[in-house]
């Protein structure tokens, strides 16, 4: 979600500062681990980390960590999900790191709404005439972190144009501080992917991390017509408690800021009401089948009344009570990549009682040939036929949606650690006040540094 703290001007400034508190230390820092996903050593822990799993034996990585992804990359530099022990050292290590991507897409429909703006996605609610094709390069991400004993820091801000003016603007994405108590309890505090599914927060903004070339509607940022709504400003805790030959059992617990009444934003500064939002997920990791991941979510929150949506669309006279149910099974061993996530959101109207239900999921496979991955993904989402009123100022409820179907079919070749070429085709279909039937061809080269 875009946090507009400056105009195109800042950013190179806001480079520039980063980049300073890097270099010095540009001796100690490490590259890009393109061998494995395991988390960090005890002598440099994890930022990202959570609390690990017990000792496993040479022959059997831990089965709390996360499963090597069969592209050959480090996504562990992203995911707030393997656990890792604390480092004794006293002196802060700090590292930047620099990802982006840059591209080509070509579609065959200009009525298109804007679901994905940052690679001229279509025509957004404002109306704008769209091209046919386009070239893109609207990322570039910074990944700052630091480290000292148990106690770790990360900054991602992202610098992000899109089709309104095409200009660059700064995006703080998250911002947490965390601290390793014991494989049990690690606690955190900032703004964070919250912990719902597997893919919210393992893949983030940087798209190398990613096997196809965007993130699933079901988990998309809160701007660009996510359901979930991905981020979180609260407290957390995580860890991993050993089920001995059953395997191993992985909770997180987080508490935050509610919605704010225009659900595609978030609120950093202040919540809206004093009302938070409560998300549990847990998972179990057995010992018969290293790399199965096996998870539920459990969230509850609230959305604001509000006035005129300023889209005169869906305004919302009543708050509304959110549930969210989710579950996701993933396995990323011997080479393959198998991500499948379901999720219903129901939201109750407090004046009214009428009920509202969106369900949706995705099926995301792949398998590796050496460098090449060839890669499917089909994502339904089904939204409420009763208008909810909690989607008033997404693209869902501008256009009308009512059913979205997504199926994209491609490769991703990883030539090395810090790059990553896809070539996709995709078949978009919306159902809704607006129709939508759309082909598209694209190539993304990713990278990170």
């Not at 996903?37 to 609390?51: F, L, M």
């Not at 509610?258 to 004093?274: E, W």
């Not at 993904?377 to 949606?401: I, Q, Y």
Request: proline share 6%.
């Amino acid at each position: 979600m875009r946090t507009r703290l400056g105009g195109p001007r800042r950013a190179p400034l806001l480079l520039l500062s980063l980049a300073s508190l890097a270099l010095p230390r540009a001796s100690s820092a490490q590259s890009l681990d393109g061998a494995s996903t395991d988390a960090a050593p005890p002598s440099s822990p994890a930022v990202s980390a959570a609390p690990a799993a017990p000792e496993a034996p040479a022959s059997q990585a831990p089965a709390s960590e996360a499963p090597a992804d069969p592209q050959g990359f480090n996504a562990d530099l992203f995911a707030s999900g393997p656990p890792a022990s604390g480092a004794s050292g006293e002196d802060p290590s700090v590292r930047l790191q620099i990802f982006g991507d840059a591209g080509f897409v070509a579609r065959t429909a200009r009525d298109v709404w804007m679901l994905e703006p940052s690679t001229a996605g279509g025509q957004s609610a404002r109306g704008m005439e769209v091209p046919w094709n386009t070239f893109h390069a609207a990322h570039v991400d910074l990944f700052l972190t630091s480290s000292v004993g148990r106690l770790d820091f990360l900054a991602e801000t992202l610098l992000e144009a899109d089709m309104e003016d095409n200009e660059f603007r700064i995006d703080v994405e998250r911002v947490q501080v965390s601290y390793l108590v014991s494989n049990a309890l690690r606690v955190k505090l900032g703004r964070v992917h919250q912990a719902f599914g597997y893919y919210n927060d393992t893949y983030h903004h940087g798209s190398i991390f990613e096997l196809t070339t965007g993130r699933p509607f079901l988990v998309q940022f809160e701007d660009m017509g996510g359901v979930i709504g991905p981020h979180l400003v609260g407290a957390m805790i995580d860890g991993t408690f050993s089920l001995g030959g059953a395997g191993d059992l992985r909770y997180d617990l987080e508490v935050g800021n509610g919605h704010l009444p225009d659900i595609t934003a978030i609120a950093n500064a202040g919540a809206a009401s004093n009302f938070k939002r409560v998300n549990l997920r847990v998972r179990w990791m057995p010992r018969f089948l290293d790399g199965l991941i096996v998870g539920v979510n459990g969230a509850l929150d609230e959305v604001p009344a509000m006035g005129d949506s300023g889209h005169g669309v869906n305004m919302r006279p009543n708050a509304l009570g959110e549930l969210i149910g989710g579950v996701h099974l993933v396995y990323m061993e011997h080479h393959a990549h198998v991500l499948v996530e379901g999720a219903v959101v129901r939201h109750t109207d407090r004046g009214t009682g009428d009920v509202y239900e969106t369900a949706g999921g995705f099926a995301e496979l792949g398998y590796a040939f050496g460098d090449w991955t060839p890669y499917v993904r089909w994502e339904s989402l089904r939204l409420s036929r009763g208008d909810d009123p909690a989607w008033a100022t997404t693209v869902f409820g501008m256009r009308g949606a009512r059913d979205v179907r997504d199926a994209r079919v491609g490769v991703n070749w990883h030539p090395n650690e810090h790059l990553a070429l896809k070539l996709e085709a995709r078949w978009l279909d919306v159902d809704g006040a607006v129709d939508t039937q759309q082909a598209s061809g694209q190539f993304q080269l990713a990278f990170g540094f």
